[in-house]
């Protein structure tokens, strides 16, 4: 099973049984269940309990969106402290490999590896507010 339901077969105007709906995102028929509990629209008044498609879409990218973090330009996400940190004092390493440059840091509470993807073009940028040091590859 993957770790991410898919979105990609889901038909917007059919509705699924909750096995059917299991299947085409990827998922157990308990994890379908579980999400009905949760807040997924099911239409019970009929049986096999129906699920819209766009429903189903709709709430799996909604629980994808409430999990996303946000950081800003000069902080990490903690996956150990699961926030985000300001990488421990203000030192971070930048590898620019193939037109991509990622920073790779301490996290400033538990000192924990973060590391994040960054444009090349906001190096620079990064460079004003964390001591940086660079290395390129080719």
Same mark, same amino acid.
């Given at each position: 099973? =993957? ?5 990609? &077969?889901?038909?917007? !105007?059919?509705? +699924? $049984?909750? /096995? ?8 157990? =028929? ?17 049986? =096999?309990? *129906?699920?819209?498609?766009?429903? *189903?879409?709709? +709430?799996?990218?909604? %629980? ?6 946000? $950081?800003?330009?000069?902080? !990490? +996400?903690? !996956?150990?402290?699961?926030? /985000?940190?300001?990488?421990?004092? &203000? ?5 620019? %490999?193939? &037109?991509?440059?990622?920073? $790779? ?5 538990? /000192? $924990?590896?973060?590391?994040? =993807? ?6 620079? /940028? ?13």
């Amino acid at each position: 099973m =993957p770790k991410q339901a898919r979105l990609s &077969g889901i038909k917007s !105007f059919r509705c +699924y $049984t909750i /096995e059917e709906a299991a299947e085409i995102s990827g998922v157990s =028929p308990r994890t379908v269940r579980n999400w009905a509990s949760d807040g997924l629209r099911v239409m019970d008044v009929t049986r =096999p309990a *129906l699920i819209r498609g766009d429903d *189903l879409r709709d +709430y799996i990218r909604s %629980k994808r969106e409430s999990r996303a973090t946000k $950081t800003k330009t000069d902080t !990490f +996400y903690c !996956f150990r402290c699961r926030k /985000e940190r300001h990488a421990a004092e &203000g030192l971070a390493d930048c590898e620019i %490999k193939e &037109g991509r440059a990622k920073l $790779t840091a301490l996290c400033a509470v538990c /000192e $924990t590896v973060v590391s994040k =993807p960054v444009a090349v073009d906001c190096v620079s /940028e990064i460079a004003r507010i964390l001591d940086l040091r660079i290395t390129r590859q080719q």
